[in-house]
Nanobody, 129 residues
Framework: QVQLVESGGGLVQPGGSLRLSCTAT????????IGWFRQAPGKEREGVSA????????YYADSVKGRFTISSDNAKNTVYLQMNSLKPEDTAVYYC??????????????????????WGQGTQVTVSS
């Protein structure tokens, strides 16, 4: 079974930065995607960013584009989400998720909740002064 380990959440002031980490273990195929989702109180879980191991193709939600950067260290099976210029609206529980995928090079990775099979426990990100 694929297992995900998350870290990096915490409390940060507006304009600050955090870096989330998600490490996947136990997978048996080479092609996969890892996505970051978040859920704030009263809101549905939304896709934030995702990356494919096929060619490191990425996806960003409009709300975070230009501020967040997703990257992958495939040798370590780890995906990072660098979050800069954080806003109070970014406050949420952040989840990483894993799925095997057959996306082609230059195709964006899966971005929807139903496309992912394994989920981390979530890490709280709070942006407040």
């Amino acid at each position: 079974q694929v297992q995900l380990v998350e870290s990096g959440g915490g409390l940060v002031q507006p304009g600050g930065s955090l870096r989330l980490s998600c490490t996947a273990t136990g997978f048996t195929e080479d092609y996969y995607a890892i996505g970051w989702f978040r859920q704030a109180p009263g809101k549905e879980r939304e896709g934030v960013s995702a990356i494919s191991s096929v060619d490191d193709s990425t996806y960003y939600a409009d709300s975070v584009k230009g501020r967040f950067t997703i990257s992958s260290d495939n040798a370590k099976n780890t995906v990072y989400l660098q979050m800069n210029s954080l806003k109070p609206e970014d406050t949420a529980v952040y989840y990483c998720a894993f799925t095997y995928t057959s996306v082609q090079p230059n195709q964006r990775p899966p971005t929807q909740e139903y496309q992912y099979d394994r989920w981390g426990q979530g890490t709280q990100v709070t942006v407040s002064s």
